[in-house]
């Protein structure tokens, strides 16, 4: 993601390219500044490299239902984080991490954590089934944090 300037405003590297309102990028570039690039170097003295998720723009209602409230991906208003590269190539997966004892699992809770200071809606493993494998961060409207 760059600004209008060209700067880089978040570093991560992405395997799938994906869209995002202004205000999830924004909320995006500061949870890495300020939240994902720390939690790697306490808990792993190395840089987060990249990103995997599982999509961001998606024009559907909630959890694929035929009727109901749309999901904040019909707006581009969410991203669905699977997992975290660092520097070296480490993954660091909400899969397979999340229930895991030591570093990884600190560092994800560290991560969920985080994103609830900009993100308005962040929905981990602990939410529900449907959010075993990633954090569901959106932005807005309501709050949530689970």
Do not use: K
């Amino acid at each position: 993601m760059r600004s209008p300037g060209g700067r880089a405003c978040v570093r991560l590297r992405v395997g799938t390219p994906f869209v995002l309102s202004c205000p999830a990028a924004v909320s995006l570039a500061m949870w890495e500044r300020h939240d994902v690039q720390p939690a790697a170097q306490r808990r792993f003295g190395r840089a987060a490299t990249g990103i995997e998720h599982f999509g961001s723009y998606a024009c559907r209602n909630i959890r694929g239902r035929e009727a109901g409230p749309r999901s904040r991906h019909a707006s581009a208003d969410a991203l669905d984080v699977a997992a975290v590269v660092l520097e070296g190539g480490r993954r660091v997966s909400v899969a397979s991490h999340w229930r895991a004892d030591g570093p990884e699992a600190a560092f994800l809770r560290d991560l969920h954590r985080g994103a609830c200071r900009w993100f308005d809606v962040v929905l981990g493993p602990d939410h529900d089934a449907a959010h075993a494998d990633h954090l569901h961060v959106d932005r807005g409207p309501g709050r949530a944090c689970r």
